[in-house]
């Protein structure tokens, strides 16, 4: 094999001799014209296709093609479980950033969890949950939060009632589904008598 031709055949795979052609069968110092890294593939393997060359890029490769392989079960998976995905696939264990159309919260579960009958967090109070949004949904239920949010949709929440005065201490999960968050408001209201008809 000419000397000069080898290498431009290395070349062409993505590799670049880093001294001269040994010889068909021999180990040849090589740098990865894609990641840099120093690689000694025979130029006989090379040419056979037995070997991309870099052992690194040839992980990575077949990694994305078994991803690729993966990524229309995984999509039709997340979707028959109620998900909308907003960015490809990433892997089965890896946080998949998505929409659960049930509630249409943005959440990052991950598709073996899914497969598993795990659902959306912020629907089962688990989410993380932004405090100045928080206190706008008790303030638009008539209350004023009197300490900062607890951090959980499911912790009591002290406030007061804008309307009557009173201390209550609802869940925002409760506010959020539409109940009533002072009880003596609702109290009020239902021993209240019925105007008679005239």
Same mark, same amino acid.
């Given at each position: 094999?000419?000397?000069?031709?080898?290498? =431009?055949?290395?070349?062409?795979?993505?590799?670049?001799?880093?001294?001269?052609?040994?010889?068909?069968?021999?180990?040849?110092?090589?740098?990865?014209?894609?990641?840099?890294?120093?690689? =000694?593939?025979?130029?006989?393997?090379?040419?056979?296709?037995?070997?991309?060359?870099?052992?690194?890029?040839?992980?990575?490769?077949?990694?994305?093609?078994?991803?690729?392989?993966?990524?229309?079960?995984?999509?039709?998976?997340?979707?028959? %479980?109620?998900?909308?995905?907003?960015?490809?696939?990433?892997?089965?264990?890896?946080?998949?950033?998505?929409?659960?159309?049930?509630?249409?919260? +943005?959440?990052?579960?991950?598709?073996?969890?899914?497969? =598993?009958?795990?659902?959306?967090?912020?629907?089962?109070?688990? %989410?993380?949950?932004?405090?100045?949004?928080?206190?706008?949904?008790?303030?638009?239920?008539?209350?004023?939060?009197? +300490?900062?949010?607890?951090?959980?949709?499911?912790?009591?929440?002290?406030?007061?009632?804008?309307?009557?005065?009173?201390?209550?201490?609802?869940?925002?999960?409760?506010?959020?589904?539409?109940?009533?968050?002072?009880?003596?408001? +609702?109290?009020?209201? =239902?021993?209240?008598?019925?105007?008679?008809?005239?």
């Amino acid at each position: 094999m000419d000397a000069a031709l080898a290498a =431009a055949i290395m070349h062409a795979v993505g590799l670049e001799p880093l001294e001269p052609y040994p010889g068909s069968n021999a180990a040849w110092n090589c740098r990865c014209l894609n990641c840099a890294h120093r690689v =000694a593939p025979t130029f006989g393997s090379v040419r056979s296709g037995a070997t991309s060359g870099c052992r690194r890029c040839g992980r990575a490769a077949a990694d994305a093609r078994r991803l690729a392989v993966g990524r229309e079960r995984a999509e039709a998976d997340l979707r028959a %479980a109620g998900f909308e995905p907003l960015e490809p696939y990433p892997g089965a264990r890896a946080r998949w950033r998505c929409r659960h159309l049930a509630c249409g919260s +943005v959440v990052h579960p991950r598709l073996f969890r899914i497969r =598993a009958g795990s659902g959306c967090l912020a629907c089962a109070g688990r %989410a993380p949950v932004d405090p100045a949004v928080a206190e706008a949904d008790m303030r638009a239920a008539g209350l004023r939060p009197l +300490v900062p949010f607890p951090g959980r949709v499911r912790d009591p929440w002290k406030c007061r009632c804008v309307r009557c005065g009173h201390l209550c201490a609802p869940t925002l999960n409760n506010i959020r589904r539409g109940q009533g968050g002072c009880l003596a408001c +609702v109290s009020s209201a =239902a021993v209240r008598p019925r105007s008679s008809a005239s």
